[in-house]
């Protein structure tokens, strides 16, 4: 195949007229080429290399990565670094080969890293544990480009020995190291990094990131579902005096901030997390055009989600040069950027209206192992009238949690949830086969009456459910067992569920379809009385031990302040 | 040799005692050891490092590089990366032939670039001229690191053909390429660094530091005698509305910003020029103390004059690990860092007390071109009574001058100066076989009777005479002609001169003869009236044509910023 079209040249950072040639699904020939008046180029838009996503866990999307393909090229994305780490808390290595072997039926770009904390804390049961020689087995593997983020700051910084062990081994092997280290500074930032740990998608201000930055670290800036730092980070008002000073030296206007230091102190925008609802909208095409409103210049931002990827872990693709994949994409013009067609080692996988491959299913196992419940699971017992018990307060969207205490009546022996104060049960079902149920308290919600479970619940995704009343919290959680994993929600008159049958993260249905599902079921939510945008997603948070302050496992009622477990009860 | 002793480890960052051997002027061993009650370590006092200024002038110093090493090594001086780029300027490759002849024959690593921009500008007379074909016979060498700073960016930006080819050759030979780009910024920055210039030591604010810095360069902060940079980019008040931003988001404090932010922003720690008065005093010993007073960690503070240059001009030295150089001093504590003893190759070349090596003297061939100058060479004529001219404001040791006007008195045809306004007659005397002369007038001195002259004058040191009168300015020229260059004050009852008879640039005496005549000669000019702390050096600005607003060459009066001549007389 050989055409002419304008390119946007990441290399040379220029926009100009070039000849492609491409065979065996490489650029071949990338010459230059002068248009005149009779012989104009074949191509009418600009070429970019196909954008990539280099921080990304999949299984948030809830769909495979065949799915996720499919809904991905239509906005111009071509390739994905993407961490199984949810997956693999659930199944393992195992779960990461399925992910592999899936990815590999669809002509799309899918590099992995292995995930490097799982499980993420010794206090809660997850479905597998990846220890060094794991990790070994994974970071041999061509698909497998970087060992994935060290959120175990704690354990770097302390020595702990597998740590140590697999952070030895990506450097043995030649693979980069990412990073997670929210708020880390100053000297144990140093021990952090002297590790060759070489990225951060944690920072949630300029001069965290500045320190970063300065240190070594390449810096990812995240626009996804759960986390969107950049408006704080590239926005000229979050950092006001910053530029008021500069200014004052004569020296630097808004521009100068955003394009000339902003721009550089950013390597990559990333999505880390994005939820089906927004990736029908798109990805990393709307992202760019956001970094652009908010100064960015649209070359830069380009190149944040091209050829600095692309450069950083190694891969054969993210820019238009000889040798390199074929991975691009038309775009109606530099100004706008609306993806017309993408293509995938030189073959046209989106033609502006289908997108043309098909797309494999992952055999569904059942990964539940759960007996189903009955409602005298979720009951808390209390020999007296009231009692006083803490609760988890938790705020819309946020990992964040607050320690609460209320007084609630008991009723037959039973602690009762209190509508009036918002003091709503929350429990963690073990579905590795150990068949208990932990019970707490939790405040937020807003639920009225019924229930919603789930069994995406970082990070080791056992079911979590909020209710308002055992009963249904039962039915919510067996619906979640009988569907093989999905999110469920019960009310008084009706109820629905969004089955997730592969490791109870993902479905085979395709991104609309899920999208949709999870749709109804957010407004059945509202229904319920829920007033959080995103129940779901909350919900998935409060068995994330590591963020503080107060978080349930299957083992109990954790403390994330002082790391032990709490009782419900106070007194 | 061996011996046990603790040692500042500036690969791992720490301080710990080790048993060292020397072997053939290398660190042989460098191997763990424990001292305990009975085996104490054998060196009192800590070793570092010998201190590396990795980018000086040294004939500012106006002293041999071998008086130069004498002075230095007091300091715990024991390498340099010198750009000779003055005797280039007059000498040509000859000039720094002999500056290295020079520097071989005492033991001290002298480290030399090659000039990249000699001559400085077309718009005055320069002894030499230094090709692309001379750069690249200068970085065949191996005692040439680098390209000398890259200060013709203006040619850089657009293109020159030479200078291209001279950063190209820098290139092919695997050497880094030094810059002086100040204030540059945005589009024009990204050009100049595209050839591949790798330092900066111009940055005058944080804010120039930190876009240079991100867009890949490595800093220079400068702590010498002209510029005296390191105040302005270390100190917290400078940057306070900086910090308050950052405190306002309630992670940052003072030490933050200047230990993790401000040090690894910055690279190294440079004298630039360092003038014998300051020479005496100290060198990089005195900085480093004074980046402590600023809040620099003093480890960051030693990294920044060792390891960091040592690393990035590829120099065998600055560490101590097996197989480097053995060059290191004895301090005796790290708080105080106060230089005891300096070992250059193992040797001890200072005990203390005495500089333990013999200094050779260059053979000064004299350089001065000129015929003898009679009073009539300094008249400027105008037909009438009186007539504005153009006037150079100058400042004290300011490189920037403004443009003022004066009327003047005409006596007998002949321009007078005045000293009721301060203007004063300004010459410059083509010293390369021309016998011009080119005649100006000068604010800011405040000489009321008496001239001063100097064969030191930036770019191209012709020789610069500043003075109330056409037959003193005529005397204090001629004594510099008889001293085959160097500086010279005459006033009514007395005179005096420092002669400089290598190349008009440098002297064969010690740092303290030098520095103890140049302190006469400034008392003297006092005595002229003269209100300028600095006279010397500022009247060397005056013909420092690339700074604007208003110079004089030898050719005529010079318009910085239309970068042309302009007429002295304005009707």
Redesign the interface.
Known sequence: MSFTAYIYDVISKTIRPVKITIKDGLFSEVAPFTPNEETLVDVKGLILPGFIDSHIHIESSMITPAQFAKIAVRHGTTAVVCDPHEIANVLGVEGIERMIENAEEVPFNFYFTAPSCVPATPFETSGAILDSNDIEDLLKKDEIVALGEMMNFPGVINGDEEVLRKLELAREYGKPIDGHAP?L??EN?NKYLAQGISTDHECS?V??A??K????MKIMVRDGSSAMDMEGLFNIKE????V???E??G??YRD?FV???CS??FDFIVSDDKHPNDLIKGHLNLSIKKAVTLGIDILKAIDMVTINPAYHYNLNCGVIREGAKADFIVVDSISDCNVLKTFIGGECVFDGENVLFDVPEIEAQNSINASKKSPDDFDIHFDGDECEVNVIECFDGDLLTKKATAKLRVKDGIVQSDIFQDVLKIAVVQRYGGNTVSNAFIKGFGIKGGAIASSVAHDSHNIVVVGHDSEMMAQAVNQVIEDKGGISVVGEDFSDSLPLPIAGLMSNEDAYDVANKLGILHNMASALGCTLKSPFMTMAFMSLLVIPSLKLSDMGLFDGDSFEFIDVIKN
Chains 1, 2 share one sequence.
């Open positions: 708020l500074s100053r930032l201000n001069a965290e500045l320190e930055k300065l240190k070594g950092s006001k005096s910053t008021n000073h500069m004052s030296l020296l630097l100068i394009n000339e230091i550089p102190l």
